[in-house]
């Protein structure tokens, strides 16, 4: 019996000296900083030529992950009825809509789904694994400056009946730490 007792504290004396050691680890892969996304480096970004309809901003090491912020842009959408759009197999985003609107529908399910190339600048920079294709079955509403949408990793999301245009940021927390950490959008490196 004065075995058990010996021992039981030294194993507790280990197991807590290895907890202790996890959580400083963790602290040391924490930031020890904010990171400032301005309005001026946003605008900037938005005024590249050939940015292309979804800019990356910059994407920010959080220590478990990154997160990202994207700005975009959409303009006149076909009225013919069909709702194109994606769905990312990782990355969540958040969308706080800046000006214009749309018809914004999300869920449902991909008809014919094609990937997107795994070395394209949408899977290296922005959003990771998704796939691409016509939406079917999800709910559709208007959305509208001021509005935010949460839409999480592996839901559909396309936009229709955008009369004018629809200018939107997208946050995109990335718990896997698939977007590069570190990226500056060269617009404003």
């Known amino acids: 019996m ?23 680890a963790q602290d040391r892969d924490r930031p020890d900083s904010a990171t400032d996304v301005t309005k001026a480096e946003i605008d900037a970004v938005l005024a590249a030529p050939d940015g292309g309809v979804d800019r990356q901003v910059k994407v ?5 992950g990154t997160v990202a912020v994207g700005i ?22 958040v969308y706080y809509v800046t000006s214009g609107g749309g018809t ?24 990771g694994p998704s796939d691409a294709g016509e939406g ?11 509005d935010v949408i949460v839409i999480p990793a ?12 629809v200018t939107y940021l997208s946050v995109r927390p990335d718990p896997e730490g698939v977007l590069p950490a570190g990226y500056v959008n060269p617009a404003i490196q």
């Not at 004065?2 to 400083?24: D, E, G, N, S, W």
């Not at 975009?72 to 985003?93: A, C, N, S």
């Not at 079917?136 to 001021?146: F, I, L, P, T």
């Open 2 to 24: 004065p075995k058990t007792t010996t021992r039981l504290p030294a194993a507790i004396f280990v197991v807590l000296m290895l907890t202790a050691a996890a959580v400083l």
């Open 60 to 64: 920010v090491d959080i220590g478990h």
């Open 72 to 93: 975009l842009h959409r303009g006149p959408t076909p009225d013919d009825g069909t709702i194109t759009g994606i769905v990312h197999h990782r990355v969540t985003e």
């Open 104 to 127: 914004l529908t999300t869920g449902g399910s991909l008809v014919d789904p094609t990937p997107r190339a795994p070395d394209s600048p949408s899977v290296q920079v922005l959003v």
């Open 136 to 146: 079917r079955g999800g709910r559709s509403r208007q959305v509208a400056a001021g």
């Open 154 to 165: 592996g839901v559909f999301h396309g936009w229709s009946a955008i009369e004018d245009h």
